[in-house]
Structure formats: structure tokens, C-alpha cells
């Protein structure tokens, strides 16, 4: 065999196991942004219906929404499924800027204030507890890691705020799952914000996804939220596509060895012969 072949063959060999193992080990993240108040893709006008957004509520000011941990039907309600009796379920509506509150999130500057209904005023009236549900998408057929960055302002809190103690005491959820305690209490008077991982075993690929946010009324004159929410999601890392890109070198380098070994005997017993 020509040895210059061989050692240019051998150098591409190198040269591909070299360019395999410097593949990037975190693909990048897809963002899904989740923002309150919205109408066919633009933030909407006061007292246009929300088009992601759903809710299950008993329409009662003051107290909690339910008088037990929510459930799976709970979360079914809030996207209008199973309601019935006192239930109360719908599309959330687009509020006027609150009235004695922030008017918009610095963070989120597309996110508008919503409430289960608006007066004539397109103000957050009547007032009540509500459980809102908004659905959304990971793009991404397996899942890393993923992680939440969210903003808000609410009329009166997100879950139970001191003194005002609830059966579900958190405000936000992904999948019926309860994130941690700094997704609770504040006000409407300005932006509050908290951040977590997410396990990647709360996220479904694909459409089947919800973003769930709980206001608790506790004044009983408005009610209210405005929210943006960012859920950031990583990939596996290319391991097993480098592993086999690697081997796949190395089990061609080592036909090849075997290759040339048997050509070398061949050219001793035909010198030999002659």
C-alpha cells in the first residue's frame, strides 16, 4: 500500500477524532416567555379576552380559593376542565394599568394586568381568589435542565402572605408542581421577582405543558396580576454522539492496522517466491 495514502489517511483519522472531541458539551437553550395579558400574540387592551390564559375560581373575595391543597382536578379546573356547581371557569380578561398599583413590569414590559373579570372601569372588580392557567410548549424532545426567571405584581398575593394563612401558600406552579416559597406573598406597588431550577422531570416535550399562578384575594375591593415569565431549557450534552464518533475512528484506524499488516506479508512471500 502507498505510504504516503496511508499517512494521509491516518492524519484525517486524527485529525476527525480531534474535531469530535471538541464538539460543544452544553447545547444551547431554547427560552419560553410567558407574559400575562396577551391578544393573538400583542399585548392586549382593557377588557379584551386573554387568549392563553384560563381560570377556575368560586368568584368569593377575601378568602382562599380552596379549603384544602389543590388537586389534580383543581389544576384541571383552571383549564376548564371537570367545572361544575360553584365553579366558576373562563379566559382571563385584560385590566386597565392598576389604579393605585405599578403600572407595568419593567422586566416584562409586554405583560398586562388580568383579573377573572373587569368592571366597567376595566379595573380588577369583582374582586376574588383565582387560579389561572396558562399552557406552553418546550420545543426541545429531551430535556437537560431547565430553569425559571419570573416577575410579577399581584392584587393582593401570590399564595399566603403573614397573616393571611392559605392551604396552598405557594403562588406559582409548573405541572402541578409547587415551586419554592419566594414565588409567594408581595403586592401590586411594584416588580418582585424570583428565580429556580426546574428538575427536568417536570417538563413534558412538546404542548403539553402549564404554567399555573395562584392570586389570593385578601381585601375584597380589587383583585388582580401581572406577570412575565421566563422558563430557559437545555438539552443533553452530545456525549454518546461523541463517544460513537470516536469509536467509529478508532475502529477504522484499527481495520486499517490490520489491513496493512496483511499487505506486508503479502509482499514478503511474493519476494520470496521470486
Given amino acids: 500500500m502507498n505510504s504516503k ?10 485529525i476527525a477524532t480531534l474535531g469530535t ?35 377556575w375560581t368560586k368568584g368569593i373575595p377575601v ?13 384541571a379546573k383552571a383549564k376548564g376542565i371537570g367545572c361544575s356547581g360553584s365553579d366558576i371557569c373562563g379566559s382571563a380578561e385584560v ?14 414590559p409586554n405583560a398586562r394586568w388580568i383579573n377573572w373579570k373587569v368592571d366597567s372601569s376595566f379595573f380588577g372588580s369583582p374582586a376574588a381568589s383565582v387560579l389561572y392557567a396558562y399552557r406552553f410548549t418546550v420545543p426541545e424532545p429531551t430535556i437537560q435542565n431547565a430553569a425559571i426567571k ?10 399566603e402572605y403573614p397573616g393571611y ?39 413534558n416535550p412538546g404542548s403539553n405543558n402549564w404554567l399555573y399562578v395562584y392570586q389570593r384575594d385578601a381585601g375584597g375591593a380589587l383583585s388582580g396580576t401581572i406577570f412575565g415569565a421566563h422558563i ?10 461523541i463517544g460513537l464518533a470516536v469509536l467509529g475512528t478508532l ?24
Avoid at 431554547?30 to 386573554?50: A, F, H, Y
Avoid at 419570573?150 to 393582593?156: H, N, P, Q, T
Wanted: net charge negative.
Fill in 95 to 108: 385590566l386597565a394599568a392598576h389604579p393605585v398599583g405599578i403600572p407595568s413590569l419593567p422586566s416584562a
Fill in 232 to 241: 430557559s431549557v437545555n438539552v443533553p450534552e452530545p456525549s454518546s454522539i
Fill in 251 to 274: 475502529g477504522a484506524a484499527s481495520t486499517l492496522k490490520r489491513q496493512l499488516k496483511s499487505c506486508k506479508t503479502s509482499e514478503k512471500e511474493t519476494t520470496k517466491v521470486g
Fill in 21 to 55: 472531541s471538541i464538539l460543544p458539551t452544553q447545547a444551547q437553550a431554547s427560552t419560553i416567555v410567558l407574559n400575562s395579558g396577551q391578544v393573538s400574540g400583542n399585548p392586549g387592551n382593557p377588557g379584551q379576552t386573554d387568549s392563553n390564559i384560563t381560570y
Fill in 63 to 75: 378568602n382562599p380559593l380552596s379549603p384544602t391543597p389543590f388537586t389534580a382536578a383543581d389544576f
Fill in 150 to 159: 419570573m416577575y410579577w405584581a399581584v392584587d393582593d398575593f401570590l399564595g
Fill in 5 to 14: 495514502f496511508t499517512h494521509s489517511f491516518l492524519g484525517f483519522l486524527a
Fill in 165 to 203: 394563612p392559605d392551604p396552598n401558600p405557594i403562588g406559582v406552579y409548573i405541572n402541578g408542581y409547587a415551586l419554592n416559597s419566594s414565588f409567594s406573598g408581595a403586592g401590586r406597588d411594584q416588580e418582585y421577582s424570583a428565580s429556580q431550577s426546574i428538575p427536568s422531570n417536570w417538563l
